[in-house]
């Protein structure tokens, strides 16, 4: 399993360059991605393992679509996710998502509070409560692959300090 997890930080890692380079996870860079974690999938695990990395590729896509629709997550980081997903197992891609959606809620607070908007972003959380959209220059975009790669250390952290089922 450790090759796949390897196959995995390195799908974070590229994304988080290109997103950290250009503001964007290009679709060219996942196409790239996408026969390496494939072939690595079937060479390390096996139809068997195959099998679970669809079933959280599947997952990763049912639970991230809405995080998509709901503009937390552009569509680059929702691709990325689910071929990240296709390297692991349905709990490390769950885990992986929710300590992501805790780091990208440190950097959103952290940046508010450093541009001194942090009035702004209670105001836009109290508009996204209440269904009504907020304004556009109020929103505070940041690289979601940077939260994504760090949910994946965490995950591991707490997987190897045997902290987390």
Known sequence: ????????????V????????SRKVHNALLLVLLPIVVVGSFYF???EGTAVG????????????????????GGGDVKLFALFAFCV????????LVFSILWGG????????????LLTL??????????????????????YTFALLLGWFTHLTYMRTGSLL
Do not use: H, K
């Not at 197992?89 to 992986?96: E, G, K, L, R």
């Open 54 to 73: 669809l079933l959280s590729f599947g997952l990763g896509l049912c639970l991230t679509i809405p995080l998509f629709l709901g503009r937390v997550l």
């Open 1 to 12: 399993m450790d090759a796949m997890w390897a196959l995995a930080t390195l799908s974070l």
């Open 89 to 96: 197992d349905a709990n490390s891609m769950f885990y992986t």
């Open 45 to 47: 695990r096996g139809w």
């Open 14 to 21: 590229a994304g988080v360059v290109d997103d950290l380079r």
């Open 122 to 143: 209670l105001r836009n959380t109290y508009q996204v409560i209440q269904r009504r959209r907020p304004e556009r220059q109020q929103i505070l975009a940041i690289p």
């Open 106 to 117: 440190v950097f959103v607070v952290t940046r508010a509070a450093i541009q001194a908007q």
